[in-house]
């Protein structure tokens, strides 16, 4: 990866480093779409997060709930954080959790492997993980 996009034939599986990502800090979610194989998550300034297997929604009560997204799961909460705005994110290398003015956080977790996990594209800018 150089300057934050993807060169040819190149894998990342870790997330962007905080200070690469502080972008997303300030942003509303515009919408949340189910896709066959992923969900993405749309934000107000046209950035575009899709991820194909695993998130993690946690409402403002801290009830948690795993939504595997090759393996199907059942009803969501996730309309909760549309048109809310992301005040905090926290970056581990596998991880990236976004936290909600409303209190809700998603998590969504990278699995190390051969394939990618998904990719937070942000105008010219495309960071696989």
Known sequence: ???????????????????????????????????PYSIDVRFDDGTLLVTEHLIEHVDQNGRSRKLDIQKGFEATELHKIVDRQVVSIIRAPFSLTLHFDNGHALTVISLPGPLESGHIWRGEDLFVF
Not at 22 to 27: A, K, M, N
């Open 1 to 35: 990866m150089i300057d934050g996009r993807i060169v040819e034939g190149s894998r990342m599986k870790e997330f962007p480093d905080q200070t690469t990502l502080r972008f997303l800090i300030g942003i509303r979610v515009a919408n949340v779409v189910f896709q």
